[in-house]
């Protein structure tokens, strides 16, 4: 494999050393801390970094320079647009998915959101849930294209979120309506017989109980209570300095880019879809059906067409995808992978090696991109994990840095920020099964435009 070039660290880079004596280049790269602060803790979604870790980035990369434009193409739910904004730096995002989308710009627009207005509307629908709650029927309807091997609500539950829908599409508010659509989304799979583990699965799959009822408005009011307070938190650390300007568009990246001008980005962070198939749309179809953002399996193909790298499921239909670059060791990687287990047809090496063809076409096109939109002396930094499939380990972080060199980038450095992380099912399931010793990491890999 052509070796990654690794210049010296920079004395300014924030260096922690762990118990271990591995080195972890940045502060806290897990998505955890989003979990417990403000406003991040709004959406949970999968795989992305934290508030600090976005923080350590911009004061290494940035350094209070202003203005500068900070970009995100696979923004998520908006870890490094918000962050970047409330520290008075511009952002722009895309985003493929819509409800990922509708989050990140509901974070980008809380410092507007009018709060009496939101108290007002909270303890309107508490006092609109009085009247129904004896049982009247909503008389709105479940999406109908919204398909679930058992049934999503029961049915008390689903007769209280349909009230509660049909409420929050009455707020004439755009801004706070769109809160109270982020906070549904956010808690409806809790009160819903499925469940994240990650990935969704019926709730008796996965050992739980069915939840026969439970306080569908309460809970939304708790969510939005939390929300309230992190609004008034985000103005505090807002006040006495003007926050930064900020767009996300609900588009995928490799269409929307044209929307940036050549050398018009100072700081991209970014975390891609990794390569083991977590299925963003597929995850979120309960959001997408029920907050009606999309209405048929039609308005789901687009997400999984254009997802990053595509899904295992499109790829491994395809004859032969082969590389639209040349990197001689990935080419055996796939080579060795698609020998592998043909009795299982497309199940097996092949579809597998389709799959992982695709997303490093994708790596390309996303560098060469990024290429185009940094400006002369500006950095990339890209979280992504390694992956095993089919008891093949692939070094994703070491690829992309070569491809980012073969499209003209620099490349600062590869740095281990975890040395282990959870696998998902597919992944992992080959390392118990004994067919590879290798674990599963992560790293950011920090390129530069000369
Ligand atoms: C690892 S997540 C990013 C998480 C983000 N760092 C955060 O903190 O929320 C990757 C995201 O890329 C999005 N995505 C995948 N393909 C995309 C594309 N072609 N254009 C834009 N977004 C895409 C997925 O929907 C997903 O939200």
């Not at 303890?123 to 058992?150: H, K, T, V, Y």
């Not at 539950?157 to 906070?183: C, G, P, T, W, Y």
């Not at 709730?203 to 969510?223: F, M, N």
Request: charged share 25%; hydrophobic share 40%.
């Amino acid at each position: 494999m052509p070796t990654v070039e690794v210049m010296p660290k920079r004395p300014a880079f924030p260096i922690n050393l762990q118990a271990n004596g591995n080195e972890a280049a940045f502060k806290d790269p897990a998505f955890m801390e989003n979990r417990t602060a403000p406003v991040h803790r709004w959406v949970p979604w999968i795989a992305g970094f934290s508030g600090a870790f976005v923080d350590s980035v911009l004061a290494t990369y940035l350094d209070g320079r202003k203005p500068a434009l900070v970009l995100d193409p696979f923004a998520g739910v908006g870890t490094t647009l918000i962050q970047s904004a409330i520290r008075g730096y511009d952002v722009v995002g895309f985003e493929i998915n819509p409800y990922a989308a509708l989050a990140a710009e509901g974070k980008l627009k809380a410092l507007r959101v009018k709060t009496e207005t939101l108290d007002k509307a909270i303890e309107r629908m508490l006092l609109d849930a009085r009247s129904w709650r004896n049982g009247r029927s909503a008389g709105e309807m479940a999406p109908e294209g919204f398909q679930s091997r058992i049934p999503f609500f029961s049915p008390k539950v689903k007769n209280q979120a349909l009230h509660a829908l049909a409420f929050i599409s009455r707020l004439d508010d755009e801004r706070v309506r769109d809160l109270f659509r982020m906070a549904f989304g956010s808690v409806m799979v809790s009160f819903s017989n499925y469940t994240y583990e990650p990935s969704l699965s019926s709730r008796p799959g996965a050992g739980k109980p069915l939840i026969e009822d439970a306080d569908v408005v309460a809970t939304l009011a708790e969510k939005l209570r939390q929300m309230r307070a992190d609004i008034e938190w985000l103005r505090c650390e807002a006040s006495g300095r003007k926050p930064g300007r900020g767009q996300i568009y609900n588009e995928n990246f490799f269409s929307g880019e044209k929307r940036l001008e050549n050398g018009s980005v100072n700081l991209m962070v970014t975390s891609p879809p990794y390569l083991n198939n977590y299925h963003y749309a597929r995850n979120t179809r309960p959001q997408l059906y029920w907050l009606r953002l999309i209405s048929s399996p039609e308005g789901q193909r687009p997400l999984e067409e254009g997802n990053f790298g595509t899904f295992w499921q499109i790829a491994r239909e395809k004859d032969h995808v082969s590389l639209r670059f040349e990197h001689r060791e990935l080419e055996q990687i796939l080579a060795r992978l698609r020998k592998l287990n043909p009795e299982k047809g497309q199940y097996g090496g092949r579809g597998w090696a389709n799959y992982a063809a695709s997303y490093f076409n994708d790596c390309d096109r996303f560098l060469a991109a990024l290429k185009r939109v940094l400006r002369r002396g500006g950095t990339g930094v890209i979280v992504v994990g390694n992956s095993i499939l089919q008891g093949v380990n692939i070094p994703v972080q070491d690829i992309i840095g070569d491809i980012g060199k073969m499209r003209g980038l620099l490349v600062e450095g590869i740095y281990r920020l975890r040395n282990k992380r959870v696998g998902d099912s597919i992944t992992a399931s080959s390392v118990r099964m004994g067919a590879s010793k290798a674990t599963l990491d992560e790293s950011a890999v920090v390129v530069r435009k000369r």
